[in-house]
């Protein structure tokens, strides 16, 4: 491709709104076999089709990570979540890590692969309601040797889990219902209504998990959830009642919330 045919390709698509337009043109031409395949890819991607979804891939955390149609693409700034996680891991030899919600499983891959690479021993497993989403994190964690599970929240685990999660990662859906219909086209109709929805404040999944938590987790574990930065004294005050020791913590940079909840 030329770099005139790169530059009509990047204004094609920020005439469309994307707002990495030239980043999002070289992945295209670099994905498309052919001139007729990449006019395919740039009209989904026009339509409002997730770039990650075409490619077939998302970076996350220096990672390349799988993402197929309707399945959950990871977002940049859930990364410090698996910081924060990450933070609290390494002050272990071993770690039991158990990712709920795990969509691609974007989260349990980067934690273990970071937690690893520090030298600490990690046993990884995942759960996602979606039956897409779960065959998609089996293909990512299948290198680490990690059990994935379909099935709502906790329901699905072995029970020998229970009083030994070190990590629970739990990337809940959080956005109220109200606000659906004002998220971004490619998330709204591209992705599973059940990663977005979390009832009519967002914290519906939250309870779910802060009732259950205390079960799974080993003493000195914790939970981390991403919230939005109003939600996080709400999300707080619900794992404080669930008998855990919250902290609300943020990343400018980022844009991101996240609540740790520590279980004595």
Request: charged share 20%; aromatic share 4%; hydrophobic share 50%.
């Amino acid at each position: 491709m030329t770099v005139t045919d790169l530059e009509t390709l990047t204004a094609r698509l920020r005439a469309a709104g994307c707002v990495f337009a030239e980043e999002e043109a070289a992945l295209l031409a670099a994905a498309a076999a052919s001139p007729g395949e990449l006019e395919v890819l740039v009209a989904q991607r026009i339509s409002g089709r997730p770039l990650e979804h075409l490619l077939g891939w998302a970076e996350f955390r220096g990672l390349r990570v799988a993402v197929t149609p309707g399945v959950f693409v990871p977002r940049q700034r859930t990364g410090y979540l698996v910081e924060r996680a990450v933070a609290l891991g390494r002050m272990r030899r071993s770690c039991v890590v158990l990712d709920i919600c795990c969509g691609c499983g974007a989260l349990g891959l980067a934690v273990a692969t970071e937690l690893r690479a520090a030298g600490i021993g990690v046993e990884l497993t995942a759960t996602d309601l979606e039956p897409a989403a779960a065959a998609c994190a089996r293909t990512n964690l299948a290198p680490l040797g990690a059990e994935v599970y379909c099935g709502d929240l906790f329901a699905p685990l072995p029970p020998e889990l229970a009083g030994r999660v070190d990590l629970l990662l739990a990337n809940t859906p959080y956005v109220p219902t109200d606000m659906i219909a004002r998220m971004p086209p490619e998330a709204r109709d591209h992705e599973p209504r059940t990663a977005l929805d979390g009832g009519g404040d967002g914290l519906d999944v939250i309870r779910r998990v802060a009732a259950a938590a205390g079960a799974w987790l080993a003493p000195g574990g914790a939970v981390f959830v991403e919230t939005g930065a109003a939600q996080a004294p709400v999300a707080a005050e619900i794992f404080a009642a669930a008998g855990l020791t919250p902290a609300v913590l943020e990343s400018e940079e980022l844009g991101a919330t996240v609540v740790r909840a520590l279980r004595s």
